[in-house]
């Protein structure tokens, strides 16, 4: 573990301690001031950003345009702010990271972490920190331990247990290693990997944190329910992927107590996270986010977006100004009985590219994920997911719940399907061990064929 990483974050935990007690004018002072420096940084060492906002340098945060990951990706050595910085150079290291499975918390070149996103989601992006954005993101990560009050110290190690992928340009990967310290003894485990193999090392390891993707958590709370897993963590998080109420409400019967459902991404690293009330908040002193329509207009607060553009206030060796994710989220208003006035996440529904396009009598018909989740949540004993195919749609459950069949399920989702107004797509219902999992280990609820 890098001594100086472990410092900075040590520091940025103390003072953003004292943020908690911002109140909503504090919190916009605190973004005005950073996003103007933010622009004054990326016009002077961007060439993209110069070019991207021409004419725009004095202009009102909102009149900015978006800026996409094929945008930045197309244009990488000319978006960052480090000369020395090349995309294929950057590109070249992760390949041999995955293929020497080397240890991607030590930093490249001594002063560059590096992670890569799958490209499920459209485009492979790349991104690269300097030591001193690097610090913010291991930090962002750690105030979620600190809102949920997970306590760590000198005198008692934080032993976390991370469930999600070992591929090491994974951000999470990147993640663990840059923490694994006596301070914090971490256990990575791969979300694909037989349920056996999980639950006998989490039985060894006994974690006060247990953190993964939603899809690997629930297995894991059939586990504990059933007695096969025996493992008391303070505090179970999930991150990465959507967590249903059910799920949320499985892993509370499994371990006690909610689940900590952190909002975050390879891009920003922590968006949102509860309080000790369960309630999500705004990291706003770390991030500008903007819930619009396909359009790019902002919607009201209470609103569901159709994406999410994000301005990431530290970032500087790759700026990410107006950048737009396809997330769905709608904001809340501010006030908690925690006493913080960072705006609240009310929810995250998932990703437009969850949103299949199916034939209809009269054209497409847009099927969103919950007419899948209001069929299926009860119906599968360990989850479900729904893969979209040529020939038609294909849903995996992980075990049948009791009072259901293979048959009867077929039917409800069909059933649900035309009266949506879907026509002419079969539906395929198949019970499995495993859900199928991206090449990073995730198992989103629904698989959009790619064309």
């Known amino acids: 573990m890098d001594l100086r990483i472990v410092s900075r974050v040590l520091f940025l935990r103390a003072a953003w301690r004292r943020r908690d007690h911002w109140d909503a004018t504090k919190i916009a002072a605190h973004q005005d001031h950073a996003l103007k420096e933010l622009r004054r940084a990326a016009y002077a060492g961007s060439a993209f950003y110069r070019r991207h906002h021409a004419g725009l340098q004095e202009a009102p945060f909102d009149q900015l345009p978006p800026v996409t990951k094929a945008d930045l990706m197309s244009h990488f050595d000319e978006a960052v702010t480090t000369p020395d910085l090349k995309l294929a150079e950057v590109e070249q290291h992760l390949r041999s990271l995955a293929a020497e499975d080397g240890d991607p918390g030590v930093p490249w070149r001594g002063r560059w972490w590096a992670a890569a996103t799958a490209g499920s989601a459209g485009p492979r992006g790349t991104f690269v920190w300097n030591r001193s954005e690097w610090a913010t993101v291991l930090a962002s990560y750690a105030r979620a331990n600190d809102w949920a009050g997970i306590q760590a110290g000198l005198g008692r190690p934080l ?92 892993l509370a019967n499994a371990w006690g107590s909610a689940p900590v459902d952190v909002y975050a991404a390879t891009e920003t690293a922590g968006i949102a996270s509860p309080c000790g009330y369960r309630n999500r908040h705004l990291y706003e002193d770390l991030l500008i986010v903007e819930p619009v329509d396909q359009g790019g207009n902002p919607v009201p607060r209470g609103t569901t977006g159709a994406k999410v553009l994000v301005t990431v206030l530290f970032s500087r060796t790759l700026p990410l100004i107006r950048y737009e994710m396809s997330d769905t989220v709608r904001l809340g208003g501010r006030g908690c009985p925690c006493g913080r006035s960072f705006t609240l996440l009310e929810d995250i529904e998932g990703r437009i590219e969850d949103v299949l396009d199916l034939p209809g009598t009269a054209g497409p018909v847009r099927i969103h994920p919950i007419v899948f989740h209001h069929v299926l949540d009860q119906a599968a004993a360990g989850g479900w997911q729904v893969v979209q195919e040529p020939a038609g749609l294909r849903v995996l459950l992980v075990g049948l719940a009791a009072g259901n069949t293979v048959q009867g399920v077929q039917a409800a989702v069909a059933g649900a399907l035309h009266a949506a107004g879907v026509v002419g797509t079969p539906v395929e219902v198949g019970v499995v061990d495993q859900l199928e999992r991206t090449p990073l280990g995730k198992a989103p609820f629904v698989r959009r064929l790619r064309r």
């Open 159 to 250: 032993k976390v247990a991370l469930v999600s992928s070992r591929v090491p340009t994974h951000q999470s990967a990147v993640v663990a290693a840059s923490l694994r310290s006596g301070l914090v003894p971490t256990l990575r485990l791969d979300a694909a990997a037989p349920i056996g193999v999980t639950v006998d090392a989490l039985n060894r390891f006994q974690p006060r944190a247990l953190v993964g993707y939603a899809s690997a958590l629930g297995p894991l709370a059939v586990e504990q329910l059933a007695g096969r897993l025996k493992i008391s963590p303070q505090a179970v998080m999930s991150a990465s992927e959507v967590l249903t109420p059910l799920a949320a409400q499985e």
